[in-house]
């Protein structure tokens, strides 16, 4: 360890967990906001559940008071430390008054009491709360809150809390209001706004017949903005009626927009907050993927009203019970409002370029990972996407129907408490007769895994036997892995391509063989339809592949037979290139990519996915060193040529699709602009610029205008400069479409990608304190492959600069940020060394984050 680093945290482990020792049923709240000096007053009723002193959380918290039973303690009675406030003598039942000091204007860590812009916000989960006032800050505390804010009338008209506002009023130049949440709820549910923000209201009607008052609070001037919110939010309350009985349970539902926000949003007890990006969304200045973004994200915070509020976890190892759950919720809902399978298709395009990667790399961990040290780095797609897809996996073990009765046992069951990953699971299991247990190892194992398969065909008993093996590669502390339950949705194909049979297989064991009768001929089998499980398919041939692509009755099947066969093709291509030789087209590809263009009228937004050839970091997660020069290289001379040998097709669909309202933001005119943007893709690949510099120049709608942007990028010259300068004249006062700006420019495949990033962190709208801005910049270029892994190693110093200086301020994005490192042995012995450098001068830094610490040492490890 370097001289003056910090001791890394203590390991927190699962195995650890005991119950709390003190509950507290109700606390009273009253702050008196200010952004230099807030007073903030807790009363706190408590009650004792075991033996043992009462210890409370609080950081950065200057203790002015404190009282026991209305008596004032003296500093004998109470241990403070940096992280607590312990009290070893105390009744069993009994009430505790604290008086704290908090500076909200030097909170740059955006997690507690901050400013954002001239606005008091909050975060709390998972461990803000405790920066807020002394508490037993742990989900499994469940308090009623009543809570009292008093603030500037002039300054911060609008006082919002969680519950209901039960009464307000007015002091000299002070304003003050009282809320009070009738519900219980963990400390991390706990939010408060005090800003000046204006409201667009709406109201809802639940099955029951309560009225509900909806508001969406922004600043002034983005009202106009907010429709597609409102929308999604009123669709989906009445969804989780129709789909699950889940009714909202409070009289008010507000949703609070910030501009400097670590997360997406936050589902606080009838105060979600929520970063502007997942609220504002205008035709003119958000893409179709932002309104999407948009209505994905508000339901799924509403859906947490249930999935998280009502029943919320034990402790934070049952992240997943609450996020895969209520991810899985979304993606069922949006699957609703679209295409299903395409819906479907995007969301485990994401699954595979995301997750699978970290489940392949030292930062693998489970869904439910048995130990970490700072749980904000466990905010991971394997705890929300793969949670989900566990989720997934329930259903289609079980079926709809049990599935449906198994949440209303697990809604029941657990209403008003904090749960874990075994109350779902019972629950789960008590509305099927069939045994779940093994899929708890989905829980408890990480790694993804690898399933392989045997056939033969007996034409005398007219039999076809299926075998099926899988096999786990260790991750970090997982060196042996046992069988995973497996469901396997699949199909039989006969040589026309009809389903001559259907059914879940569930695999179990490492090995296990299915016989079908009455096969006359060798079928073809269609495997994981629908992709019924989260792992890797493994050895099908590139004609079986090439025949499920034109046939398969599954759509998502259909989908990733052609990525999977694209796969196949670009990798040898990949092989080629770095034999030296020149770049040929496979004519399976071309003749799939004709297939789907001219059948795109049929489903333009199938078809606009299926065009999208597997992504450079897919291709990358396929080679045992990944070299992302080749791999640029082959995959964009790929899409050149089929550009060049289809620039007809191309035109014609461009045209076809092209007649679409510029404000229209209907599921057909998205589906036509997704289809209409990749042609313009492809025919800018093959070097016809000039469509997409006209569709720039005439752009009304953010879809196209960032399509054409995207491609106007690639050209290093002054076209490029010209569109990216008018670009930021016209949109420089729009911090989201300005964020924009800056990640095309960070993804851009232009040889001067790098240099222009790096000039970029100095622009005058670069600024480290907004973790959009970050993502936009950063973190956009280090999801660029071919560039952050530039060979000189240029490109991971420019991140680990970022991450030194933003670690001081903002510890849990800087986290973030160091994982773009951490498959680092996947490459190169250069650039190994080049990573691994950067990670162990990240690592020797003085006062280095635990958040940070965690990533680089487990990325080292
Ligand atoms: N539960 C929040 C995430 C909070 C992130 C804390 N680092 C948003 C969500 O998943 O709904
Ligand atoms: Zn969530």
Request: with cysteine; net charge negative.
């Amino acid at each position: 360890m370097a001289d003056g680093q910090i001791s890394p945290r203590k390991a927190i482990n699962l195995a650890d967990y005991t119950p709390p020792v003190f509950l507290v049923d109700e606390v009273a709240l009253d702050f008196t906001l200010d952004p230099a000096a807030t007073i903030v007053r807790a009363t706190l009723n408590l009650r004792r559940q075991a033996p043992g002193p009462l210890a409370l959380d609080g950081r950065d918290l200057e203790l002015l008071s404190i009282k026991l039973n209305g008596e004032a303690l003296g500093g004998n009675r109470y241990v403070l430390t940096e992280s607590s406030l312990t009290l070893d003598d105390v009744p069993d039942v009994f009430t505790l008054e604290t008086e704290v000091k908090i500076i909200p204007e030097t909170n740059t860590e955006l997690s507690g009491l901050y400013m954002s812009g001239t606005g008091f916000f909050t975060q709390c989960e998972p461990e803000g709360f405790r920066k807020i006032t002394f508490f037993p800050d742990r989900p499994d505390v469940m308090a009623r809150y009543k809570v009292t804010l008093r603030a500037d009338q002039s300054k911060y008209p609008v006082l919002l809390s969680n519950g209901n506002n039960t009464a307000s009023g007015a002091a000299g130049t002070q304003i003050w209001a009282t809320w009070e949440d009738p519900h219980p709820k963990p400390s991390y549910l706990f939010a408060l706004v005090a800003a000046d923000l204006v409201a667009v209201k709406d109201s809802f009607t639940t099955a029951s017949g309560r009225e509900v008052a909806l508001g969406i609070w922004v600043a002034a001037g983005d009202e106009t903005r907010c429709g597609h919110a409102m929308y999604a939010l009123k669709n989906a309350m009445k969804w989780d009626e129709d789909t699950f009985g889940l009714e909202y349970d409070l009289d008010i539902f507000n949703i609070a927009a910030v501009s400097d926000f670590n997360a997406g949003a936050m589902e606080n007890k009838g105060l979600n907050i929520f970063n502007t990006a997942y609220v504002l969304a205008s035709p003119a200045t958000a893409t179709d993927a932002d309104f999407q973004g948009v209505e994905r994200v508000i339901a799924h915070e509403y859906f947490h009203n249930w999935t998280g509020d009502r029943v919320t976890c034990r402790d934070w190892f049952q992240l997943s019970l609450k996020e895969g759950l209520t991810v899985f919720r979304d993606q069922e809902y949006m699957a609703d409002q679209f295409s299903a399978a395409v819906k479907r298709i995007s969301d485990v395009r994401s699954l595979r370029a995301t997750q699978f990667r970290d489940d392949a790399g030292p930062l693998a961990h489970p869904v439910r990972p048995a130990s970490y040290l700072e749980i904000n780095n466990f905010y991971t797609t394997t705890i929300y996407e793969k949670g989900a897809e566990v989720v997934r996996m329930y259903r289609t073990l079980i079926g709809r129907e049990a599935f449906r009765k198994g949440m209303d046992i697990y809604i029941a069951e657990n209403d008003n408490s904090a749960a874990t990953v075994e109350d779902f699971f019972a629950a789960m299991q008590a509305a099927t007769a069939i045994d779940l247990k093994q899929i708890m190892r989905w829980y408890e194992q990480a790694g993804t895994p690898e399933v392989s398969f045997d056939e033969s065909h007996d034409p005398a008993a007219q039999t076809y036997t299926l075998t099926l093996r899988q096999h786990t590669a260790p991750t970090p502390g997982q060196p042996v892995k046992q069988p995973f339950m497996i469901p396997v949705a699949m199909g039989l194909l006969d040589a026309t391509g009809r389903d001559i049979h259907t059914e879940t297989l569930i695999l179990a064991q490492p090995e296990q063989s299915f016989t079908f009768h009455n096969i006359s001929e060798p079928p073809t089998p269609s495997l994981f339809r629908n992709f019924s499980a989260p792992v890797k398919l493994q050895g099908q041939s590139r004609q079986r592949l090439a025949f499920l692509a034109a046939k398969d009755t599954d759509l998502f099947n259909r989908w990733d037979a052609m990525q999977q066969y694209a796969t196949l093709v670009l990798l040898d291509a990949v092989k080629a290139h770095q034999a030296g030789q020149a770049f040929a087209l496979d004519a399976g590809l071309l003749e799939a990519v004709t297939a789907t263009l001219r059948d795109a009228a049929r489903d333009p937004a199938f078809a606009a996915e299926a065009l999208l050839l597997p992504a450079e970091t897919l291709l990358a997660d396929a080679m045992s060193i990944v070299d992302p020069d080749a791999i640029r290289f082959v995959r964009e001379a790929a899409r050149k040529a089929l550009g060049e040998t289809l620039r007809e097709d191309f035109f014609a669909a461009y045209a076809q699709f092209a007649a679409v309202a510029a404000s229209d933001v209907s599921g057909h005119a998205i589906a036509s602009r997704a289809l209409k943007n990749a042609a313009l893709g492809y025919l800018s690949a093959a070097g016809d610029t000039t469509l997409a510099g006209a569709q720039f120049l005439s752009g009304e709608n953010m879809t196209d205008t960032l399509a054409a942007l995207v491609n106007v990028a690639e050209l290093a010259d002054e076209r490029r400069d010209d569109a990216f300068a008018s670009f930021y004249d016209q949109w420089r006062a729009n911090a989201l479409v300005l964020d924009k700006w800056f990640s095309v420019q960070a993804r851009a495949g232009a040889p001067d990608t790098l240099a222009r990033v790096q000039a970029l962190t100095k622009h005058k709208d670069f600024d480290l304190r907004n973790p959009n801005r970050v993502r936009a910049l950063i973190g956009a270029f280090a999801a660029n492959p071919s560039k952050f892994h530039e060979a000189s190693g240029a490109g991971y110093q420019l991140l680990a600069d970022t991450i030194f200086t933003l670690d001081e301020t903002n510890p849990q994005i800087a986290a973030r940020l160091t994982t773009a490192m951490g498959s680092w042995r996947r490459y190169d012995t250069a650039r190994q060394s080049l990573m691994k450098a950067q990670l162990e001068r990240i690592l020797a830094k003085e006062k280095l984050s635990p958040n940070t610490y965690e990533m680089a040492s487990k990325a080292l490890a």
